[in-house]
């Protein structure tokens, strides 16, 4: 792949130009080329996936509440089912099912009115017993455990292994990738970019694309376009290697809390999405937090609460208002397209996100109604529901 140590100078010119190095930005890059897209250029400030991608194991499913968000995951778990084909890379999909453990019965309630509307489009997950739970999940306590909600068909992958497989692929059809290269500026003239402005030139272009994750607001701010994102700081940790090794467990997510746990190579992953975190671009690790899945721990899953950790791993999650995306083409700056802000489900929706952005790009109709997720609604005021805001 071609990187900006390759070059003092970006190209002078490029058709597109996609701000953002991450696993939406290589998604879109690979699907725009294999579209026959040509001249793309790849700005990323620093190494391709060193932002919200750089997660060591990332969700797969399809589990969500609202139609729009089953089918994106739906579409994307059949991509990564089909990667190591197209675009022909292993990623290690480990397909062990999500687990979502509920305490109340109004969480039971409510998660059997999304296990109907994922039935209906074809998700498989069904709610099961306490009992059954901790079948599945021997670490789990079904003391004070309501029901839970499983999803054979989900699990997780390596998100730098996708990244790679998309920029590797993209890089074949043409793709130029300017790895530490960053936006300094954007020039628009009346509704259009014209230019986009980096440490290493200017690139002269026709359609920019911002994938940049939690840095998007300030890409938005640079082209006159209001793209509400803000960086949350999440955090997990890895135990020692366990003996004898931990049993093949589903991704296991305590829904009241958040805290989750899943297989990590020869041992356990532990995460928590801590409430108290304020906003900011600080990715430094720091094990207090563990003392939060730990209290979590001792009553849903004790065997948990007191096993040796070994280090962990902090990124930024991209959060908007309403915890959805924001994926479209500005009304104001017509070849500025947009797609940020999961909120966590970024990685679980590049493959469908790539095509849908590819489609808009191509003036095509995607394969889904995205409408609801411009950024357009927080000024219209059509915000969509807020989407449980767990892994």
């Not at 990738?177 to 230019?195: K, P, Q, S």
């Not at 191509?362 to 394969?367: N, S, T």
Request: hydrophobic residues 40%; aromatic residues 8%.
């Amino acid at each position: 792949m071609s990187s900006s140590s390759a070059f003092r100078t970006v190209p002078s010119t490029a058709d597109v130009v996609i701000v953002g190095g991450g696993v939406m930005g290589t998604s879109t890059a690979f699907h725009l080329a294999e579209a026959g897209v040509r001249n793309i250029v790849v700005v990323e400030r620093g190494e391709l996936g060193c932002g919200s991608s750089g997660k060591p194991i990332g969700g797969v499913r399809a589990h969500f509440s609202d139609p729009l968000n089953i089918e994106l995951g739906s579409r994307s778990l059949r991509a990564y089912q089909d990667f190591p084909y197209r675009p022909g890379a292993d990623i290690r999909l480990d397909t062990v099912g999500y687990l979502f453990l509920l305490t109340t019965a109004q969480q039971a309630a409510d998660f059997e009115i999304s296990v109907g509307i994922q039935n209906g489009l074809g998700v498989p997950s069904r709610m099961v017993g306490p009992s059954e739970a901790r079948r599945l999940c021997p670490y789990v306590s079904t003391d004070g455990l309501v029901a839970a909600v499983y999803s054979p068909t989900d699990g997780h992958a390596r998100p730098g292994l996708v990244v790679q497989g998309y920029a590797h692929a993209a890089a074949r059809a043409g793709v130029t990738f300017a790895t530490h290269t960053a936006v300094t500026g954007i020039d628009t003239t009346g509704d259009r970019v014209t230019t986009v402005h980096t440490d290493h030139g200017p690139i002269a272009c026709s359609t920019v694309i911002c994938t940049a994750g939690a840095w998007s607001a300030r890409i938005g701010e640079l082209t006159g376009v209001g793209l509400p994102v803000r960086p949350v700081r999440r955090q997990l940790a890895f135990t020692a290697p366990l003996t004898p090794p931990a049993p093949r467990i589903p991704f296991t997510i305590d829904f009241a809390s958040s805290a989750y746990f899943h297989n990590s190579d020869d041992g356990l992953l532990f995460g928590l999405a801590d409430p108290d975190q304020p906003d900011g671009f600080d990715t430094t690790w720091t094990p207090e937090w563990l003392e939060l899945f730990r209290d979590v721990a001792r009553h849903r899953a004790p065997a948990l609460a007191d096993m040796e950790t070994v280090g962990g791993w902090a990124g930024l999650y991209e959060v908007t208002p309403d915890h959805n995306a924001l994926i479209g083409r500005s009304a104001e700056v017509t070849n500025f397209l947009y797609a940020t802000g999961f909120s966590g489900h970024g990685f679980l929706q590049a493959p469908a996100v790539g095509e849908i952005v590819r489609d808009l790009y191509l003036d095509r109709k995607p394969f889904v109604d995205i409408t609801p997720l411009s950024a357009d609604r927080f000024t219209t005021g059509a915000e969509i529901r807020p989407e449980a805001h767990v892994v």
